[in-house]
Every structure is written in C-alpha cells, then in structure tokens.
C-alpha cells in the first residue's frame, strides 16, 4: 500500500487519540455553548472526519473503499473506546460514545457518496 495516500487520516487519527486520552481534568468544566451531550457531538465529528478522509486513500488504490474505510473507522472507534477504558483512570469508555462514533462513520460514508464522489472537489479529500 502507498503510506503516503493515508497522512490526512494518520494525522486525524493521532488528534482523536489526544481528544480521546487527555485527562479529564483537562477538559472544560462548562459545557461548551451548554449544548446537552456535546461530547456526543464531538465523537460524531471526529469519526465523521475521519473516514470521510479514510475513503479516498482507499478509492484511489481501487478497494472497496465504501466497505473498508468504514468498517476500519468502526473498530479503531471500538479499541479506542476499550483502550480508553483500560488506559486512561480520569476518562471512561461509554456505549454512547461509541453510538456517536459509529453515526458519524455512517454519516461520513453517505455524505461521501452524495456530495463528493464523482465531483471536482473530491480530490481535496
């Protein structure tokens, strides 16, 4: 595989380790625009963003990229979930986190096929 097709998702990937890891006494107290379930809000983000940046690599060396990018966005969602169980004693993996995860994997694959495939701008993906 060309490495060099995936820097725009290893580098998603290494912010949603920090987003994932930092301590709990580092996060804001007050909730960000007091928006019930923000935390839910940025799981769905950062997953969205990351397969949506994981798609194209994979389209490019001609796999099946609506399948892999997915399910592969899906289980690093799991592991770090469980790792951030494991790992971390401030923070704690929560069902709902990985709910969020995985809407935004789901959300990311058809905003992909609806607004990006096929266009001129899918190449800044």
Known sequence: MKIVYFWKPLLWLAIICYALFIPAGNLPIKPFLNIPHFDRLVHFGLFFVFCLLLISPFKKLKY???????????????????????????????????TANTAGVIGSVIFYFLFISGRKWEQLF
């Open 64 to 98: 099946k990229h609506y399948i892999v990018a997915p399910v592969i966005s899906i289980a690093l969602g799991a592991l770090l979930e469980i790792s951030q169980h494991i790992i971390s004693y401030s923070r704690s993996s929560d069902i709902y986190d990985f």
